[in-house]
């Protein structure tokens, strides 16, 4: 019997027939008879769909896992948009992608999956060592791990088996149901909220390996101020004392629950303020997930005066001089960025005191500090 898609389909019984020979060549014209009983032996399999336009790549995965793990069907493609059209009639579970392909990259495939079959968590195993292109796979394509090949297969076997449990986990194991698709349309709007925020977030699992990022801790990543990815994807400080520290502080926030702050220095001695604290959400198969939360000093942006007059009913002058003591500055300082005399920056300074009921200048920066959102404060 053949499988209506004339794509390869595998599982333990099948491969026991095919001789290795038979993987060989172009995939695609390789269409195994089973029986009814296989097919029903196999439906009950988790589906693993490798996407990848090299035939010699997925002749090696055959190769190896066929023995490795006869407990799940295996499916590969070289065709991505082919992949896609089998996909949205029959989900896998997991999606294992390479990147650089015709017709259509990986990214998009990675996106378009996630869109149309959200039950399936893709994973990316790709030859590209581009940060920017990992970092987009993980936040945009909702990519659950980021492998460079070369990879180790018992890597890549426990990132299936991690993203599996997951799914396991998810509300009735159904892709397609209402509750699922308003799941995946909080999260979209989740990590858009959190590429506004002032600080780096990053969310990685007990041994340091990053899963999440975003847009600006991102950015700081790429430019390796202080902290970086590895090509297997684990959070690097800039030396071995420092990447120690960093992930004896993971540790603690995954085996203890206990949060930690630590400033990591750059290569150029740039000091990188790091808070890292346990995950309320639910872990992997290493253990709880932690959050880390990073900026630089130079990072830190001062108020919007626009924002300070409308939330303390400040005149334009008045915001403009609190925006600049709230960012570091003295009144002195602060009287000539703004283009004012000593006397009327004291007066103005007066008129803040009343109207946000502080008789210090520590408790007017602290009140405007806590007041607006971090995300608020790089608005123009």
Not at 169 to 192: F, I, N, Y
Not at 252 to 279: F, G, I, N
């Amino acid at each position: 019997m053949h499988h209506p898609s004339g794509k390869i389909v595998l599982s333990y019984v099948m491969l026991a027939r095919m001789p290795l020979s038979a993987f060989e060549g172009n995939f695609e014209n390789i269409r195994p008879d089973l029986t009814g009983a296989d097919w029903m032996l196999m439906s009950v399999l988790p589906k693993i769909a490798f996407v990848d336009d090299e035939p010699r790549i997925l002749s090696s995965i055959i190769r190896n896992l066929k023995k490795l793990r006869p407990d799940w069907t295996l499916t590969f493609f070289e065709n991505p948009v082919e992949a896609l059209e089998h996909f949205i009639k029959d989900p896998p579970r997991v999606a294992v992608i390479d990147i650089r392909m015709p017709q259509m990259n990986g990214l998009d495939l990675a996106r378009e999956v996630n869109r149309s079959c959200p039950g399936t968590i893709c994973i990316v195993l790709s030859g590209s060592t581009d940060f920017d292109i990992a970092i987009a796979s993980i936040n945009d394509g909702n990519v659950f791990r980021y492998y460079v090949k070369p990879c180790s297969l018992d890597i890549l076997i426990e990132g299936i088996e991690e993203a599996l449990a997951i799914r396991r986990r998810r509300v009735d194991d159904q892709p397609d149901t209402a509750v699922m698709a308003a799941s995946h349309e909080a999260d979209r709007l989740s990590v858009g909220a959190l590429d506004l925020i002032q600080y780096g977030v990053l969310v990685a699992d007990a041994t340091g390996q990053v899963l999440f990022t975003n847009a600006r801790a991102g950015r700081m990543l790429t430019e390796q101020a202080g902290l970086s990815l590895d090509a297997r994807g684990f959070c690097r400080a800039a030396n071995a004392n420092e990447t120690a520290r960093l992930h004896l502080a993971i540790s603690k926030a995954s085996e203890l629950s206990e949060t930690t702050a630590l400033t990591l220095m750059s290569s150029d001695d740039t000091p990188l303020r790091v808070t890292v604290q346990p995950h309320e959400g639910e872990g992997t198969a290493q253990g709880r997930l932690v959050c880390l939360f990073v900026f630089s000093d130079d990072q830190v942006t001062r108020p919007n005066p626009k924002l300070l007059a409308e939330m303390f009913s400040l005149t334009v002058s008045e915001s403009r001089l609190a925006a600049a003591l709230a960012g570091g500055m003295s009144l002195e300082e602060a009287a000539q960025e703004c283009g004012i005399t000593r006397g009327s920056a004291r007066t103005y300074l007066k008129n803040i005191f009343l109207k946000l009921n502080v008789t210090r200048q520590s408790e007017l920066v602290r009140t405007i500090l806590i007041s607006l959102a971090n995300a608020a404060n790089d608005v123009s």
